[in-house]
């Protein structure tokens, strides 16, 4: 194995764990140490188990362009717990959780006319620490939308569209585009 580029052992792992003959892959991080070019190539491999074989992959990452190329359903964690989820191409047009949406704009664009007229997210604070969470809303001491409201309960999981929900008091304002955690303003007073 010692021999073998990074990629050559990615496919080499591939390979192993499909020799069970898998229903799921369980993919952590999977291209995050590769080079670009190798890492297009693996996850076009990723694809093609998926629909050649029928293997179900459920992808751990970070790299936000990853997961909108390979993911038909998307799962936003923070601080260990669900705030977000929705099918892909929903949950990528219209984030309705503020860490979803910062998530998303901490995300460089291509384009550097779209990277010019980014909106830089307005993420506070440090991390807290998993086995002390905030009380109610654990993302609320980094929040720019942050109320009184929100330390006092756990926000419930709003639905907003067939499959999407998000877990927030102002979920259903955000995917309707009323309110924006990339601005302390609500878009409606712009
Ligand atoms: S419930 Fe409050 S603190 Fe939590 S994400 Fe929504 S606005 Fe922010």
């Known amino acids: 194995m010692r021999e073998l580029s990074g990629g050559q052992r990615q496919r080499v792992a591939i390979a192993r764990s499909l020799a069970v003959n898998p229903r799921v892959l369980i993919c952590d991080e999977p291209v995050s140490a590769l080079d670009l070019s190798i890492?297009?190539?693996?996850?076009?491999?990723?694809?093609?188990?998926?629909?050649?074989?029928?293997?179900?992959?459920?992808?751990?990452?970070?790299?936000?362009?990853?997961?909108?190329?390979?993911?038909?359903r998307v799962y936003v964690m923070y601080l260990g717990k669900i705030v977000e989820h929705g099918p892909s191409l929903e949950l990528y047009d219209h984030p309705s959780h503020p860490y979803a949406q910062m998530l998303l704009a901490s995300a460089p664009e291509v384009d550097p006319i779209a990277e010019r007229?980014?909106?830089?997210?307005?993420?506070?604070?440090?991390?807290?620490?998993?086995?002390n969470p905030p009380s109610g809303c654990r993302f609320r001491t980094r929040c720019s939308?942050?109320?009184?409201?929100?330390s006092r309960q756990v926000p419930p999981a709003l639905k907003l569209s067939p499959g999407h929900t998000a877990a927030c008091i102002f979920a259903k304002d955000l995917h309707r585009g009323k309110r924006?955690?990339?601005?302390?303003?609500?878009?409606d007073a712009a």
């Open 145 to 150: 939308l942050a109320v009184d409201e929100c």
């Open 180 to 187: 924006s955690a990339l601005t302390t303003a609500d878009a």
């Open 39 to 72: 890492r297009a190539q693996v996850m076009n491999l990723f694809l093609r188990l998926q629909k050649d074989l029928g293997v179900a992959c459920l992808f751990i990452a970070h790299d936000l362009d990853l997961v909108r190329q390979a993911a038909s």
């Open 117 to 131: 007229q980014r909106r830089a997210p307005l993420m506070m604070g440090e991390v807290p620490s998993p086995s």
